[in-house]
């Protein structure tokens, strides 16, 4: 259907395993290009054809990596939650801390809406250390309300690290 497809005067792209004459089976880009004339007709195409298979097996490897490290995080024997931005917005939680949250939706919720004030204010200093320094926050022993599911909380003293998550420009 592809190269039907640049026969009608569509560039077209695709992905996929090839299996050469001697064997190999590599991992393949191919642009099909339609080779028109000055009035717009099709009388071919231009097939080029780019071997992909180091960038495919490495993408594979970083995807097997990228789970190991999610089911490493979710089964660890902590609570621990990756946040996003001032408001620290949750985009992550393991088990072990939406349980300690009252077993709550956390992600996409901010620290404030998923904490009692005072706690969220604790909490929010600390990660605006971070925001300002760049550098981890410890909170040892630190006063915390946390909400249970009938509607009533408890106070414990938590420990608590923020460490800065870095994009690729630092």
């Not at 946040?83 to 620290?111: C, H, I, Q, Y």
């Amino acid at each position: 259907p592809y190269m039907e497809r640049a026969l009608a005067g569509e560039r077209v792209q695709h992905e996929r395993e090839v299996t050469l004459a001697d064997g190999r089976t590599i991992y393949a880009q191919m642009n099909y290009v339609p080779d028109k004339d000055e009035h717009g007709h099709t009388h071919g195409y231009v097939a080029l054809v780019h071997d992909m298979t180091d960038r495919h097996r490495v993408e594979l490897e970083l995807q097997t990596e990228r789970r190991r490290l999610h089911d490493i995080l979710m089964n660890a024997p902590a609570a621990i939650s990756l946040r996003s931005g001032p408001d620290g917005v949750f985009t992550f939680a393991n088990a072990n801390f939406v349980r300690l949250a009252g077993d709550v939706e956390l992600l996409g919720k901010t620290t404030r809406e998923v904490w009692p004030e005072q706690t969220a204010d604790r909490l929010m200093e600390l990660m605006a250390r971070v925001y300002r320094t760049g550098e981890p926050a410890i909170g040892t022993e630190i006063p915390a309300r946390f909400r249970r599911p009938d509607g009533g909380s408890d106070e414990v003293f938590i420990n608590v690290t923020y460490q800065p998550l870095f994009d690729a420009e630092g």
